[in-house]
């Protein structure tokens, strides 16, 4: 699945996108964040404090206990600041 | 007519309202939000130079249709645009528009003001901060609890309908 990444995690990151194949365990956007924080030191410290990551999945926002099967782009990023 | 822009460009706030009206007699008033960027953007420090929008293409456009879609089950709305800017903004500069048309003015103000209220607090933009000495003063805004709340009393308004 492809993983985007925005504003302050994008930074923290160091990428703006990637591929990622989780194991068949990681179910949620909760356990996607979790196992992508395990992966280096740039994604523990952008998932350090992981309540205030928001997602959304093939471009809609969802809660942290959504559901990944089916899904095609997840993002990340930081409560949102337009208008 | 139904409109939602993503764009780096400067937009036209006057040419943008008048294309509500072009061509019909049916409505009745246009309501316009211009937002601007502010030189007092963080309180205290040094003045801010320069604010960069980030965004999240598609979802971007997607998101804030979603929102159009419900303020036209909501209100009878004629006419809607919204137009966003991404990139490197200066103070003065515009950064968002809103426009909305209906027959009666009631509909029309508060269709505008849900949608900038849901634009604030879920297209996915982010503003980062220049500050006069040197980009690496600034830093991300945080978003305002002020904004979730706007946001928010709409949804409380919909449960009470």
């Known amino acids: 699945m492809k993983i985007l990444y925005f504003a302050w995690l994008r930074e923290r990151v ?6 990622v194949a989780p194991p068949a365990e ?3 956007v909760a356990d996607l964040a979790r196992w992508l924080a395990g992966r280096d030191e740039a994604h523990a410290y952008a998932f350090e404090n992981a309540a205030v990551v928001r997602a959304a999945l093939d471009r809609r926002h969802v809660k942290s206990d959504a559901p990944l099967a089916g899904v095609r782009e997840v993002a990340f990023f930081p409560p949102m600041t337009g208008g | 007519m139904f409109c939602v822009r993503i764009q780096e460009a400067p937009f036209d706030a006057a040419a943008e309202a008048a294309r509500l009206a072009q061509g019909r007699t049916d409505v009745g008033g246009i309501v316009t939000f211009t937002g601007l960027c502010r030189a007092d953007a963080a309180a205290g420090g040094t003045g801010l130079a320069a604010l960069t929008l980030e965004h999240y293409p598609g979802m971007a456009e997607e998101e ?8 036209r089950a909501r209100w009878p709305l004629l006419g809607a645009i919204v137009v966003h800017r991404h990139g490197r903004l200066v103070p003065g500069d515009p950064i968002v528009f809103v426009a909305t048309a209906s027959a009666h003015r009631t509909a029309a103000f508060a269709a505008a003001e849900f949608l900038m209220d849901w634009l604030k607090t879920s297209a996915p933009f982010w503003k980062k901060e220049e500050r006069a000495d040197g980009p690496e003063a600034g830093g991300w805004v945080e978003a305002k609890a002020s ?5 928010e009393r709409w949804a409380r308004d919909r449960a009470q309908d």
Do not use: F, K, S
Not at chain 2, 147 to 151: G, I, L, V
């Open chain 1, 14 to 19: 160091g990428l703006a996108e990637e591929e």
């Open chain 2, 147 to 151: 904004d979730d709340q706007a946001a």
């Open chain 1, 26 to 28: 990681v179910a949620t």
């Open chain 2, 64 to 71: 804030i249709e979603r929102h159009v879609a419900e303020a």
